[in-house]
């Protein structure tokens, strides 16, 4: 969080600045608020200080000042920096200090993950970013959300089943890991068959499972024809087991695309797709 040694973290708790909990074996061990209120008291910039004090100080406090004010755009440049440099640490750091600013995950997604995604694809497009650099914000992005989506609380459980994927030849599932946290977190099980899911396979899922909902994101898809012919045995097996269909994802766009993947409902992003799943899922009609 501060970059500075291991020394300087022992003088701060040893002065009682950074309050600590001793394990029975003698080591430190640190919460959450005792690191907020460190923070809040100056952080990492309140002695000596060398250089890197102060610029992790400054980090912190941008960071701060950034979510205090909803600064979006700050907010995103601070994300894709912990992006690219594969940062994990840093990424779920922002991410949970989002989040004790009253700033909700779906927000965080929308709002900092999705904008610094496509700008990142953007660069990558015009060649100003390599492909590591690609590869390293998709890490820092599916381990940020999935830390901070393993601290939220959850709506209890109502017995619901969500089938999740992408189709064949997808790797992009980023917005698929999304949408299945956004389920959990209103009590569904969420099953996620990954990315590049053949649909044939995807329609056996359904059959194994007898979700009420299933998901499909695209971002890319190839080999129409196959579409075509896989998704009516696909749909069919829904429709048998009376599941709604909600698809979203850059895919979807093409005309050619959508008029294949018949369905319920086409999610813009995860917003529009809380208020469908909310509206039609209504807490009173819950299985348990
Ligand atoms: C990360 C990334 C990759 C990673 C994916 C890693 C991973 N583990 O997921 C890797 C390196 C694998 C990859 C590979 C490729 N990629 Co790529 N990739 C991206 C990038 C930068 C981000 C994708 C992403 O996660 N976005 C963030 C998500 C959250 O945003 P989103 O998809 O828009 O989702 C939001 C909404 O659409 C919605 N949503 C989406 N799906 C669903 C589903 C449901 C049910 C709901 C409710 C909502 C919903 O909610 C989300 C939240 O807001 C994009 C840039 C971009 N514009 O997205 C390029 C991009 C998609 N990739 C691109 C390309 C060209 C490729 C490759 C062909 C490159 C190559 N030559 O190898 C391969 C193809 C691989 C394949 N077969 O799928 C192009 C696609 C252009 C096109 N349309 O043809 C893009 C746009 C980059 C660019 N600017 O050119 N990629």
Redesign the pocket.
Known sequence: MWAVSESSVKRWSDSGALACVRTPGGHRRFTMQALLDFQRAGGAGRDDGGADHRGATADATQLDLAVAGRDWSRLQELYYEAAVAGDEAAGAALLERAFQDGISAIES??RI??PV??L???R??RGELNIWE??LA?QVT?AATGHLHRRLPRAPAHGRVALCGCPE????????Q??VETLEAEGWRAISLG?NTPLFSFADAVQRFSPQLV???A??VHDLERLRRDYKHFYRAARHHAARI?????AFADPQVHDIFLHDFR????TD?LEYVRREFPPSDAAT
Do not use: Q, Y
């Open positions: 997604k929308e993950l999705t995604l496509h990142i694809g953007e990558w497009r690609e590869h998709s599916l030849g997808d790797l992009h599932e980023i917005a698929l999304m949408v990315p998901c499909i994101s971002t890319i909600v698809i979203g994802g850059a999610a813009i992003g995860l797709f």
